[in-house]
């Protein structure tokens, strides 16, 4: 397989007004939940002291961004309201803004939540709506920051029980350019926009296969594209490991395929492990 001709001659990068993430490389972004019940890492970052130390390690290990979650979107994922996420999450997010040299995004689809952490200083949300709940998109707009849009089939409680589309490709890539066309109208600078295709979310192991050997023709939409594989179960089901903790081999085979193809940020909770396999992956690119 090929490295994407139109990702080499193009050098991706993310902008909001105070800051900017060069993606010339393909970097990582390590993932910390605190919650309680995240699929692989829930209620062990719960306490803000401990959420703060391992965004520190993440950090050390050469993480270029640290997404902050405040809800599992986990298949069957119980939902939390919006005060209750911004607890969780803006004592977190205040202290990480000062301590931390690297940008913090905070997964996030709700307009208050990403308010509240926006006025705080986060500089990424990351939605697994795309900004399709109230207020969402307007709250963004209004906000310094950048957006990473991903797409879901259904929502989270149900996504996964029986996902169909007749052309996965094409459907996700007709979503986010939609998706992004919508906020490029809400006034949200193009440069500013990364794409996800949601692996996971609402697709069967089939579909996220298709999307990955397919990344791009997600390129081709013009945007940075983003990948969440670590851990996931499309990982547990190729290679028979059922704790997602032990799924490292596959998941860094995944990322560094997905970066191969184009992905300019990996979103993963393994960071010392994914930033060595895709230094390798980033020089082989540069000679190709
Ligand atoms: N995956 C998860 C959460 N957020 N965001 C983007 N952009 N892409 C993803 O693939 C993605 C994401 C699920 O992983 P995790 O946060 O580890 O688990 P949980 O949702 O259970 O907290």
Redesign the pocket.
């Known amino acids: 397989m090929t490295a994407s001709g139109a990702a080499a001659a193009w050098t991706p990068r993310l902008e909001w007004s105070r800051g900017l993430l060069e993606l010339d490389a393909p970097r990582v972004m390590g ?1 910390l ?1 605190v ?1 309680p ?6 209620g062990r970052y719960l306490d803000p002291g401990y959420a703060v130390e391992h965004a520190h390690a993440m950090v050390e290990e050469g993480a270029a961004i640290i997404d902050v ?1 405040g809800e ?3 298949p069957g ?1 119980k939902a939390v309201a919006a005060d209750e996420e911004i607890d969780r999450v803006l004592p977190v997010v205040k202290r990480l803004v000062k301590e931390l040299k690297v940008p913090v995004s905070v ?1 996030t689809g709700k307009a208050e939540v990403i308010k509240a952490v926006t006025d705080a200083g986060a500089s990424l949300i ?1 939605d ?1 709506y795309a900004l399709r709940m109230p207020g969402a998109l307007d709250a963004v707009a209004a906000a310094d920051c950048a957006i ?1 849009l ?1 797409h879901m089939q259904g929502e989270p409680r149900t996504m996964q029980s029986d996902p169909r589309y007749d052309n996965v490709v094409e459907e996700v890539c007709e979503f986010l350019e939609g998706r992004a066309d919508a906020c490029v109208d809400a006034g949200i600078p193009p440069d500013r926009i990364v794409l ?1 295709p ?4 609402g697709k069967s192991l089939a579909h996220n296969l298709a999307l990955l050997r397919h990344l791009p023709e997600l390129l081709d939409l013009g945007y940075p594209i ?7 179960s499309s990982i547990g089901r190729l290679t028979g490991v059922e704790t997602p903790e032990d799924r490292l081999a596959g998941s860094l085979a995944a990322a560094s395929l997905a970066a191969w193809l184009g992905a300019s940020l990996v ?1 993963a ?1 393994d960071v010392a492990a994914t930033v060595q396999a895709l230094a390798v992956i980033h020089a082989a690119r540069r000679q190709a």
């Open positions: 993932v939940n919650t019940d995240s699929f692989s890492d829930g979650g599992s979107t986990r994922a997964d990351n697994v990473c991903m996800d949601g692996f996971g979310f983003m990948v969440g594989l670590s851990r996931k979103r909770h």
